[in-house]
């Protein structure tokens, strides 16, 4: 028993708590942002300790150059008692969460801002001024999300999609999911991604729908619908990061067990995924919605400060792979 009990208190690893840089690769993000200009950003309802002081050392670390949006009284108050000095940024009046998250999409609408980051409202409220058709911010392609995964286990970057918007996403929705995923992962450095199309087994099953799309997207991606990376699959998890699995399953690929992107069957998956590799791997993660006008940060109201810094750096970052080095 005590050797299991040494075991357990080696391999514990509290996702809470920050982790060492030295096995982390979110480190490269920030550090790539140095010689980029900060980006302008609206900052949703900041009115709890983590999403305040985010928004701040963003600024203080020069990613971005926040507007915060909310009830001017509440978040000077926020402000004044965890210490941090927010007198220095605009702020826009904001009674409510829906009146706030309506005004930050107008002003990145109106082109007034080059990203939206959410601060302690919920998610749904955000997304649902974002993806209005008339007042929104959608464009041509489908909005998606991404979880860029920082994780021990892992020597590569892996990005997770979509957990957190398309909850039963169909086979058009799922080619701007690898789009959009690609593209991302082109601005992060990664010049061809492999993406793997997970589904609970490596063989096209026609009772397993996820199985289907993921067939029709590598021949779609054969075809030049979609664009810049290496597709796979139908692959299971194991086969999609491990090689030795993959070699037992006698599975040959140039993703198998290198995979960049691991693209889920659906929102459920994605996000249990995600969060499990964050509580039993030890990873940190950061979160981005793609597709829209602009970046919109999008973290959970749980995320730590650095998780946020994080995320704005890889909003910094997919701005200035489609935009000039300049300031708005």
């Excluded at 309506?102 to 974002?130: F, P, W, Y």
């Excluded at 490596?202 to 199985?211: G, H, L, R, Y």
Aim: glycine letters at 6%; a negative charge; proline letters at 5%.
């Amino acid at each position: 028993m005590n050797d299991l009990a040494t075991l357990a208190e080696a391999v514990a690893v509290d996702p809470l708590v920050g982790h060492p840089a030295d096995y982390h690769v979110f480190h490269n993000f920030i550090e790539r942002c140095k010689n980029l200009p900060a980006i302008t950003t609206v900052v949703v309802w900041p009115l709890t300790d983590v999403a305040l002081r985010g928004a701040v050392e963003a600024a203080s670390a020069g990613l971005i150059e926040p507007t915060l949006i909310g009830p001017e009284a509440a978040m000077k108050s926020l402000a004044e008692k965890i210490g941090v000095d927010i007198s220095c940024f605009p702020v826009v009046q904001a009674e409510c969460e829906e009146k706030a998250a309506e005004v930050g999409v107008a002003i990145c609408r109106a082109g007034n801002a080059q990203a939206i980051m959410k601060g302690s409202l919920h998610t749904d409220e955000l997304m649902k001024a974002a993806m209005n058709r008339d007042t929104g911010l959608r464009t041509a392609r489908r909005i998606s999300h991404v979880f860029i995964m920082d994780t021990p286990a892992y020597a590569r970057t892996l990005l997770i999609t979509d957990a957190a918007i398309n909850i039963t996403p169909e086979l058009e929705d799922k080619v701007h999911i690898v789009q959009n995923a690609i593209d991302l992962a082109h601005a992060l450095g990664i010049p061809e991604p492999k993406v793997a199309l997970l589904s609970a087994v490596e063989t096209v099953n026609p009772k397993i729908k996820s199985t289907l799309d993921a067939a029709a997207l590598c021949k779609m991606a054969d075809r030049g619908q979609i664009t810049g990376g290496i597709l796979d699959g139908p692959l299971a998890f194991d086969t999609a990061v491990s090689q030795k699995a993959a070699s037992i399953k006698k599975l040959v690929s140039p993703v198998t067990g290198q995979a960049d992107i691991l693209v889920v069957p659906d929102l459920e998956s994605g996000n249990m995924l995600a969060k499990q590799l964050e509580y039993l791997g030890g990873a940190q993660l950061a979160g981005i919605v793609l597709g829209a006008r602009v970046p919109a940060i999008l973290t959970s109201r749980a995320d730590s400060a650095e998780t946020r810094l994080t995320s704005c750096a890889v909003a910094v970052l997919l701005h200035y792979a489609t935009h000039p080095a300049v300031k708005v």
